[in-house]
């Protein structure tokens, strides 16, 4: 039986993907939700302050969804990236 990777284990794996090819990446979540938000530096030496889209990872419980998001007027200028993962920091109250 083939081992179905649980969403911390797609998290991370999109995380260090991300990271080997020099992107700048965002993550957030718990063991069953999380998101992986991903953009490349572009050329040069802006360190990804100009780029204008990313890739989002949404992964549920094992179940992954990917998807390309035009940011205007820049990933981190429009505040995607953290309006975003505010949706995925869950609290539980007891």
């Known amino acids: 039986m083939k081992h179905q990777p649980t969403t911390k284990e797609l998290q991370q794996s ?7 090819m020099e992107w700048m990446v965002c993550s957030e ?3 069953y939700t999380a998101c992986v938000i991903a953009w490349s530096k572009g050329e040069g030496t802006n360190n990804g302050l100009t780029t204008n889209w990313c890739r989002v990872m949404t992964i549920v419980d094992g179940e992954y969804h990917v998807e390309t ?3 205007n007027p820049t990933v981190l200028g429009s505040g995607y990236v953290t309006e975003h993962l505010a949706d995925f920091k869950l609290t539980t109250q007891g």
């Open 29 to 31: 979540g718990t063991e």
């Open 69 to 71: 998001v035009r940011c």
């Open 14 to 20: 999109a995380i260090q993907s991300a990271r080997d």
